[in-house]
């Protein structure tokens, strides 16, 4: 195989800003080798270059690891920015009858093309995706993701009540399909089947109990739903499951819970469920630009790794509002000040490669650049805009660079997306 040689600057993590101050390496004239997909060797340019290797020259721009989504809505993507609803009225209103046109495959085709290329335009190279109740928006998603060859993790939703006929199926028929889907695409290239109950309100006891026997047959697989978003949805929950004692209690119930499980919001907790989603190791996703859109609350991400919880950050589209993780980090940022924290932006971009690669247990292969690592990479220019060029001349550090990607960034930040050593946007 011809060798690859991408010449930038260079920033990856080794731990996290949050816990240590040894936690990244920065090559100011640096180098990423790679060979047939994947990583072979980091380091400065000098060092690192090869005779015969194909250079391809991105300074003065930096380069780190792919950003990684760990929370997303396929189905969404042409109800991004729907005004006006809180949590469950946004679903009924919306989320749940552009779900029903999903049930047409050639929908669902065209659909995951554009979703997969807009994660790609926006950096992001992993992302772990709800489907719709429809076995065919899986199969879509997961041939486009495979075309492009983009490590994907997705599920199809299980619902059976709680929203409108065209989107409903069955306990018996959500585990039907998907066993059906996890016999077809799982472990099948870089593509994950996540088992993918909705959440409480719009499944029964007995689909509960379905997604928790396909938990207990597949424990390598992932699972996926949502916790304690809205007070609202917290009440309505409770109402439909009397006998939990709360609403964690419900998925532990079921077999749900542990280090593969994936919890989105997981706002409104009390101090049983922290500690209960420590014990367990299941992961809570923060979803800062949905949380704020929905006006649904404040995620406390300080207070829950303080109890040893792994937290991700992720875009929710389509209740969340940018399909930019540099525009999620953006509303992570302000969430974590009203709360009296300051996020430092080493920490957010570790969050946003290495933090969520950890969450989804994927940081051997994703998140890095270790060699060996899938060479899942973004491209980014912090003087992209008028805006950021006119704020980027009085930039001394790195650490100032990355806040201004931060908060004025987005796909047009963006210079180049690569996926397994491919580059994925055309060039500029």
């Keep these: 195989m011809t060798l690859t040689l991408l010449r930038a600057r260079v920033l990856d993590f080794h731990a996290d800003p949050a816990e240590t101050d040894d936690n990244h390496r920065y090559f100011p004239d640096g180098a990423i080798l790679i060979d047939d997909g994947r990583i072979v060797a980091v380091g400065d340019y000098a060092s690192i270059r090869r005779k015969g290797a194909v250079e391809i020259d991105h300074r003065p721009h930096l380069i780190l690891p792919g950003f990684v989504d760990p929370h997303i809505h396929f189905p969404q993507v042409q109800v991004i920015a729907s005004w006006g609803a809180q949590l469950l009225d946004w679903l009924q209103n919306y989320t749940f009858p552009e779900e029903a046109r999903f049930a047409d495959d050639d929908h669902a085709e065209a659909m995951a093309g554009r979703f997969c290329d807009l994660l790609l335009m926006h950096g992001t190279t992993t992302a772990c995706a709800f489907a719709s109740s429809h076995p065919g928006s899986v199969d879509a998603l997961f041939t ?35 066993n059906a889907l996890i016999a077809r695409w799982h472990g099948r290239g870089r593509l994950n089947y996540v088992i993918t ?41 409770l109402s439909l499951y009397p006998k939990a004692r709360d609403y964690l209690d419900i ?178």
């Design 251 to 428: 998925y532990d119930h079921y077999g749900l819970l542990g280090p593969r499980s994936l919890m989105g919001h997981a706002i409104h907790l009390s101090a049983r469920e922290v500690a209960l989603m420590a014990e367990t190791g299941t992961r809570a996703i923060h979803c800062p630009t949905s949380n704020l859109f929905l006006g649904s609350g404040l995620f406390d991400d300080a207070g829950l790794r303080a109890a040893g919880v792994v937290t991700g950050v992720a875009t929710d589209v389509g209740g969340g509002t940018s399909y930019s993780l540099l525009q999620t980090l953006n509303e992570a940022y302000k969430i974590a000040q009203m709360r009296g924290v300051n996020l430092h932006p080493l920490a957010a971009f570790h969050w946003a490669t290495r933090g969520n690669a950890i969450a989804l247990g994927m940081a051997d292969r994703i998140g890095t650049l270790v060699p060996g690592s899938d060479a899942d990479l973004v491209v980014l220019n912090a003087r992209a805009t008028p805006a950021m060029a006119l704020r980027a001349e009085r930039i001394e550090t790195l650490a100032q660079e990355l806040f201004l990607l931060q908060i004025l960034g987005d796909d047009r930040a963006v210079a180049q997306t690569y996926v397994a050593g491919k580059p994925m946007r055309p060039a500029a």
């Design 144 to 178: 486009a993701a495979q075309s492009r060859g983009m490590a994907m993790l997705a599920g199809k939703v299980m619902m059976d009540r709680g929203a409108i006929p065209e989107v409903h199926d069955t306990a018996q028929s959500s585990y039907d399909d998907s």
């Design 197 to 237: 109950p909705r959440f409480a309100i719009t499944s029964t006891p007995e689909q509960l109990e379905a997604a928790g026997a396909l938990a207990r047959e597949n424990p390598h697989l992932h699972i996926q739903t949502h916790l304690s978003e809205n007070l609202a949805e917290i009440d309505h929950t």
